[in-house]
């Protein structure tokens, strides 16, 4: 199966607190504060003040770190990316059965959409806002790309005929799926996409 995953977590370097528990690093502040406001607001919305104040560290430490903003941003696509994607072969890793593993995707996904604060998929958010060509492109491409290969993957085990094909269809479904419920906010919108999943698979396969 398509898999270029590391975790859904910062990576730790935290320091151990004199009276406490360890303290998260300055990296990993500025990552979970860029992931509050980012996803909430939107990327072009949320300034590096926000981000530096609500992470509680100095300005030279984001520029240090990640360079600008947009080197920011990438590293936060970069965590939604591992969390999502592990999210996701964790649910299909949990079936043998070719068919049910896909289906394992669409709940997985029913989940993501049922968790408070769901605002669609942070890729395309990002790359709504961003310039072509740049860092936050390329994460979003990456990520695109791992689904697509995921898609494709499940599609050839299941013995799909054309399973480029089905795993694009897939992926169709599945991107779909998360724009809908995002905009109508309407969690249920999971059900009719696992349908529509079960029938082309009913035909493909």
Known sequence: ????????????????????????????????????????????????????????????????????????????????????????????????????????????????????GFRGCAFVAAFAEAPLGGLVAQAAGEYRSWMRALFIDLAQHAGATDPTELGRQLQIIYDGGTTAAWMDQDPSIASSSRAAVEALLGAAL
């Open 1 to 116: 199966m398509a898999r270029d995953v590391q975790s859904d977590q910062v990576a730790p370097s935290t320091t151990e607190g004199v009276d406490g528990p360890p303290v998260p690093s300055a990296r990993e502040r500025l990552l979970r504060a860029a992931d509050e406001l980012f996803y909430a607001e939107g990327v072009q919305s949320v300034g590096i003040d926000r981000v530096i104040e609500r992470a509680g560290v100095a300005k030279a430490s984001l520029y240090n770190l990640f360079g600008n903003k947009e080197g920011l941003v990438r590293a936060y696509l970069e965590v939604r990316h591992n969390g999502t994607t592990d999210q996701l072969v964790a649910a299909v890793d949990r079936h043998r059965d070719p068919r049910r593993r896909i289906l394992a995707v669409f709940d997985a996904q029913a989940q993501m959409f049922a968790q408070p």
